[in-house]
């Protein structure tokens, strides 16, 4: 008898606990809002911001959340293009981790690597005068979570 009791309290108890835990860390992404911010992304020309010229550009990449073992993916509109001078968090990028002739950016990051991504794209040539959106987002095992974009401007000559 004793042994049948403390079987269905344990049962009951781990049953308990993996709700508990479901609930803690939702499979769903909609679920998981409730316990983080929103991701936030920021892209500033440094030099200028005038069509045509040469500028840096610095994007901040803060997805507020547990990285994990992971893909880190930057997508950039027509005419921005990524290259081996171009650093992820001070460390120059490597030509397997530029894609899409340099409208994608893709690093691997690991579990408690960096709460901030900062890439920086050096001596640009900016393009034609419009608004540009940029992107932003985690992958992992094909998965895409974490979306964040923006907007950067830039002005006629």
């Known amino acids: 008898m004793f042994k049948r009791k403390f079987v269905g309290k344990l049962g009951?108890?781990?049953?308990?606990?993996?709700?508990?835990?479901?609930?803690?860390?939702?499979?769903?992404?909609?679920?998981?809002?409730?316990?983080?911010?929103?991701?936030?992304?920021?892209?500033?020309?440094?030099?200028?911001?005038?069509?045509?010229?040469t500028s840096d550009i610095e994007v901040t990449y803060?997805?507020?959340?547990?990285?994990?073992?992971?893909?880190?993916?930057?997508?950039?509109?027509?005419?921005?293009?990524a290259n081996t001078r171009d650093s992820l968090n001070g460390r120059t990028?490597?030509?397997?981790?530029?894609?899409n002739d340099?409208?994608?950016?893709?690093?691997?990051?690991?579990?408690?690597?960096?709460?901030?991504?900062?890439?920086?794209m050096v001596r640009k040539t900016l393009p034609n005068a419009g608004t540009h959106k940029i992107t932003a987002e985690l992958q992992n095992f094909g998965r895409n979570y974490n979306h964040a974009e923006t907007t950067v401007e830039i002005v006629p000559r």
């Not at 803060?62 to 293009?81: I, L």
């Not at 990028?93 to 894609?99: A, C, F, K, R």
């Not at 690597?113 to 920086?120: H, M, T």
């Open 93 to 99: 990028l490597n030509y397997t981790q530029i894609l």
């Open 12 to 53: 009951g108890g781990l049953l308990s606990s993996a709700a508990l835990l479901s609930f803690i860390l939702p499979a769903q992404e909609a679920s998981a809002t409730f316990f983080r911010s929103a991701p936030t992304l920021h892209v500033e020309t440094v030099d200028s911001n005038k069509e045509w010229t």
């Open 102 to 120: 340099g409208q994608t950016v893709r690093v691997p990051v690991y579990a408690f690597s960096s709460s901030q991504f900062k890439l920086v």
């Open 62 to 81: 803060k997805p507020n959340s547990f990285v994990g073992s992971s893909y880190v993916e930057f997508n950039f509109p027509y005419r921005f293009h």
